[in-house]
T-cell receptor, first 115, second 113 residues
């Protein structure tokens, strides 16, 4: 069965500093990978996704992620964090069975930004 | 505007009562999903539906029920059999393909008193 691990529950960075959020997955086939962001009390918004091609994926709000098959990782990065990036971030892997498609989510990483 | 609506945003119920959460989408998506979110646990799949009149159990379906009588609607009923129903519930929809994005509604926070 597929699984996703986000090792960091909380991360605090200073505004303007770089950011890397870690994501490791377990999946037998070629993975479909997603990063979502959630503001408090809100739904989730897609930042970026990977399913084939270039392993460095660009997303919205200046985020990017790199798929590394050898490390089973899909880490999210941003070169310079803004205060508005404070939120919770979820990594997910897509899978398919006879009944349809589904996402398996990691536990999330809460990002706090210091002024 | 196209999107997913969930109502109500906040819901309070007494223990032992069934409650139904609404989810409507006008994106013409085939697939719809219900997730439960608890602090520190990410999102867990309750039920999903790929087509009208068909739905499948997810990882934590016990104590919940759904219906999919119309393409745009996927209501979730939290029954009295659900032992710990207080949580944030998120509905999502997507087109058919695995690489398609799931789009999420704003969520309903259910509190059982």
């Amino acid at each position: 069965a597929q699984s996703v691990t986000q090792p960091d529950i909380h991360i605090t960075v200073s505004e303007g500093a770089s950011l890397e959020l870690r994501c490791n997955y377990s999946y037998g086939a070629t993975p479909y990978l997603f990063w979502y962001v959630q503001s408090p009390g809100q739904g989730l918004q897609l930042l970026l996704k990977y399913f084939s091609g270039d392993t460095l994926v660009q997303g919205i709000k200046g985020f990017e992620a790199e798929f590394k098959r050898s490390q089973s990782s899909f880490n999210l990065r941003k070169p310079s964090v803004h205060w508005s990036d404070a939120a919770e971030y979820f990594c997910a892997v897509g899978s398919q069975d006879n009944a349809g498609n589904m996402l398996t989510f990691g536990g999330g990483t809460r990002l706090m930004v210091k002024p | 505007d196209g999107g997913i609506t969930q109502s109500p945003k906040y819901l309070f119920r007494k223990e032992g009562q069934n409650v139904t959460l609404s989810c409507e989408q006008n994106l013409n998506h085939d697939a719809m999903y219900w997730y439960r979110q608890d602090p520190g646990q990410g999102l867990r799949l309750i039920y999903y539906s790929q087509i009208v009149n068909d739905f499948q159990k997810g990882d934590i379906a016990e104590g919940y029920s759904v219906s999919r009588e119309k393409k745009e609607s996927f209501p979730l009923t939290v029954t009295s059999a659900q032992k710990n129903p207080t949580a944030f519930y998120l509905c999502a929809s997507s087109p058919q393909a695995l690489e398609d994005t799931q789009y999420f509604g704003p969520g309903t926070r259910l509190t059982v008193l």
